[in-house]
Nanobody, 123 residues
């Protein structure tokens, strides 16, 4: 009933920028927290940034000052602007969202994940 689709990944040189998008679609009533996570090869998935429905944000220390999360609530979309990228930022980036949605006559709340998008920082 609900889908999250990420886009915007790719190959970028060190020092470059990318903007990721995460669009939610379906029978959505409202979206609570939206977040970005990443998983590098051989490493555990880690939180990159999260934004509440009220606009509060939290960032991993490793990306503070370089990455910025934002949301367009009218479009049910979250963004991750990534600047000053380094090879250590190379990973699969996934978004998640806690979504209140319509399921027939019911209203349900569930955490959804996107499929992930690859970000590679290399010269």
């Amino acid at each position: 009933q609900v889908q999250l689709v990420e886009s915007g990944g790719g190959l970028v040189q060190p020092g470059g920028s990318l903007r990721l998008s995460c669009a939610a679609s379906g029978s959505i009533v409202s979206i609570y927290d939206m977040g970005w996570y990443r998983q590098a090869p051989g490493k555990q998935r880690e939180l990159v940034a999260v934004m509440t429905s009220g606009g509060s944000t939290n960032y991993a220390d490793s990306v503070k000052g370089r990455f910025a999360i934002s949301r367009d609530n009218a479009k049910n979309t979250a963004y991750l602007q990534m600047n000053s990228l380094t090879p250590e930022d190379t990973a699969v980036y996934s978004c998640n969202a806690e979504i209140f949605y319509i399921d027939g006559v019911l209203r349900r709340r569930k955490l959804y994940w996107g499929q992930g998008t690859q970000v590679t920082v290399s010269s």
